[in-house]
Every structure is written in C-alpha cells, then in structure tokens.
C-alpha cells in the first residue's frame, strides 16, 4: 500500500466552479504537506505548504489538513481555464523533512 | 532570481552507456534534491545534499547511479550503465530549508532504449 493515496481524477469541472482535490496518507510522521502545480513538460511549482494541522488561505487557494483522519485538500475557487494542469500532494516527516513523499497527481480541466 | 536549471532536457541514449546530468540549483540554496518520475508512477526521490554533503541517499536505486555535488553548488546526476527501466523524467529541485517546499527545475527526459 502506498504511502500517498491521491484522487486519481482526472477532473473536469466549468470555469467559475469550486474545486476540490485530496490526498490521504498513512504515515503518521508526517508534518510538512504540500501542494504542486505542474503543467505539461514542466516541473511542479510549488502553491501552498503547511506545517501539522490546519488551514491555509492564498488568494482562491485554501490548503487544509486533518491530521486526525490523515487528510489533506486543497481547494480552488472561482476555477479559471489557466489552473488547468496536474495538481500533486506532498508530505514529509520532521525528522526528515528534506524526503518528501508525493501522490500521483490529479489532472485538472477548467472548462471555458 | 534564476531559477532551477537542468541540462539536457531531453536524453536518448542506447542501453549500457553512460549518461551524466546537471543540474545548478539557485544561487544560495544548500539544500538540492534530485526526484525521478518513471512512467505512470509518483514522483520519488532519489537523494539530499546540503552543501556539498549527501544528507539522505536512501531514494538512490542500485550503484549505478552516482551523484555529486562538488564544491556545494551544481550538482551531477550519473547513470553508468544505464538499463531501460531508467527512463524516465529526472528533477532537481533546491531549497533554503527543508520542510517548506521546494523550487524544481523542468526536469530531463532520459530514454534508454
């Protein structure tokens, strides 16, 4: 079993709708969780990080973790078609937070 | 501020040569990291250096992959000789501290064929 489940998607959704990607995991280690966005031939680009439980907030992106179900989301308002791309989790435990350990990634469609 | 730059972008190269890349992080990060995606599967990684110093090199597959990273700032990925089930995509990635994400370069596509 791996370490990292993610929403496999892929996700199709009308611009302007809320979108909601999550991740669960089952090492409980980890502390430092992260969100990529990564576009075709590109490499991820780093959206949100957090550190154990809790939300986040940046712009139209929210990042949220549940430490007590060992879940992450990362949600997306007001879609637009240019947040078309792979969007992928990571996690990472404190004594090594140098390892991360990523999900297979969602892919994500906004519709015009 | 440059970002992460890796070269080549793209390697094709027969079964039992040797393929070296490069990878330079941004000026001023310690910390570099080397991830490998192979086909339909997550990334994962492959190592850890602070400075010059291999941290974490736990990711690497098998001996015959050997990175460096003289003198702490670009960082040298080879596979000597390489197999088929090596292709894949290679990221560096390179950061201030660990934990807080990283910064990733667009990665070379390597094909062993």
């Known amino acids: 079993q791996k370490e990292v489940e993610q929403d496999p998607g892929p996700l199709s959704v009308p611009e302007g709708a809320i979108v909601s990607l999550n991740c669960t995991y089952s090492?409980?280690?980890?502390?430092?969780f992260m969100w990529y966005r990564q576009y075709s031939r590109k490499g991820p680009e780093l959206l949100m990080y957090?550190?154990?439980?809790g939300n986040k907030e940046d712009g139209r992106f929210t990042a949220q973790v549940d430490k007590s179900s060992k879940y992450i989301s990362l949600f997306i308002r007001d879609s637009q078609p240019s947040d078309s791309a792979t969007y992928l989790c990571?996690?990472?435990?404190?004594?090594?937070?140098?390892?991360?350990?990523f999900g297979d990634g969602t892919t994500l469609t906004v519709k015009p | 501020e440059a970002g992460v730059t890796q070269f080549p972008s793209h390697s094709v190269i027969e079964k039992g040569q040797t393929v070296t890349l490069r990878c330079d992080p941004i000026?001023?990060?310690?910390?570099l990291y080397w991830y490998r995606r192979v086909m339909g599967k997550e990334i994962k990684f492959l190592l850890h250096?602070?400075?010059?110093?291999?941290?974490?090199e736990s990711g690497m597959p098998n001996n015959r992959f050997l990175a460096e990273r003289t003198g702490g700032t670009y960082s040298t990925l080879k596979v000597q000789p390489a197999e088929l089930e090596d292709s894949g995509v290679y990221f560096c990635?390179?950061?201030?501290?660990?934990?807080?994400?990283?910064?990733f370069g667009s990665g070379t596509r390597l094909t062993v064929v």
């Open positions: 090492n409980s280690a980890f502390q430092y």
């Open positions: 250096f602070v400075k010059e110093s291999k941290q974490d």
């Open positions: 957090t550190y154990s439980s």
């Open positions: 000026s001023g990060h310690d910390n």
């Open positions: 990571a996690m990472s435990a404190s004594t090594n937070a140098g390892k991360s350990t």
């Open positions: 990635a390179s950061n201030f501290a660990p934990g807080y994400g990283y910064t």
